[in-house]
């Protein structure tokens, strides 16, 4: 079975996204759809990390057939290898951006971490469960507890109370937790990646159904599974967004609520349609295309490497230098922005010419 160019392309316009809204010229001036929301709602910036945490979900049955999707010592030891190395690196870029500061100030959750613990655990519940009937309904019971454990324990108020919090507060200590406007209410926390997890199990189902549907041999061919596939994706989109948009008020990324889940799952599931109709089906593929897949081949490689030259940027004041530089031409919030998509660019020069590389070793 071929490759899904689509999702490689989705994973890097997750990436790339990232990287973009992670480092405007000034955070000071950001214009309203490359800010995080401060607490309730949704934009642009808000939907990079869930799009790579639904990618990431897709991409676990793909990954596991060589495996023959059974929970053999080798997958299980791969599980392991792979969950401890990405969490021992957010661990150590966070470190590094602290100075190396003192382990008994080290914050302990961030993005690497979470997706080190959502891949390990949905990995072992696929390898484990299998029939994508049961890991949806798993997905829902743990959506649906979450959701009542936060409308019984404060976890839509924006204080240290909210119960997300206090668990963390609780099981790492307050020191080891991030501190946004005075408040230790950490969004990668311990409570709230358990909502994540189900977030990764949506996606393992939907990556299931690809699968299913791509070797049913009754249809003709490729691009009439893959048109089949989209009926999939729009009914879940439909479904979801049926769902979630009456709470569109409780849609809150810092707890990752429920409600967050559906919405930005439904609109992977949109883009994700489209990436499919016209780049798979259409071969509407080229520069800008390849652009994205780069970044989607190698993701981890470039989180690293994007988090280490921002790091050393801001040290050598070239963040600060060149983000003064574009104010010469443009208003602040532009030039904030030109520099973001600059240091994107910079970092797709290093992804494309690390492709190079591997090709010639290969």
Known sequence: ??????????????????????????????????????????????????????????????????????????????????????????????????????????????????????????????????????????????LAGYELLLHCFQGYEWSEVNIISRVDHYLLGANHLYVDNGIRLDPEGILSTIPSIAHVLIGVCLSQKYLSVMSDETL????????????????????????????????VKKVWSASFVLMTIAIAAIVLTSLIYFVDIKKLQGWWSEFFVIFGRQPLVMYVVAWILADWFGQWGLTWNIYNWFCNFCTPCLASLLYAILFVIINWGIAFALTKAQRCVK
């Open 1 to 142: 079975m071929k490759r899904l160019y689509s999702i490689d392309l989705l994973r890097g316009m997750a990436l790339a996204g990232m990287i973009l809204v992670n480092n405007p010229g000034d955070w000071g001036n950001i214009y309203s759809p490359f800010e995080h929301v401060e607490f309730c709602g949704l934009r642009l910036a808000d939907l990079v990390f869930p799009t790579f945490t639904f990618v990431m979900g897709f991409c676990i049955p793909l990954s596991f057939r060589r495996y023959g999707s059974m929970l053999t010592k080798p997958a299980a030891w791969h599980i392991l290898k792979r969950t401890l190395t990405i969490f021992a690196i957010g661990l150590m870029l966070q470190w590094m951006s602290s100075d190396w500061c003192e382990w008994s100030h080290l914050r302990i959750p961030g993005v690497l971490q979470r997706l080190a613990v959502c891949y390990g655990i949905a990995s072992l519940i696929y390898l484990s469960m299998k029939r994508s009937g049961v890991i949806i309904s798993l997905a829902v019971v743990i």
């Open 220 to 251: 003709d061919d490729d691009t009439t599974r893959r048109k089949k596939y989209m009926q999939t994706l729009v009914k879940t989109a439909v479904v979801f967004l049926a769902i979630s948009t009456p709470c569109i008020h409780l849609i």
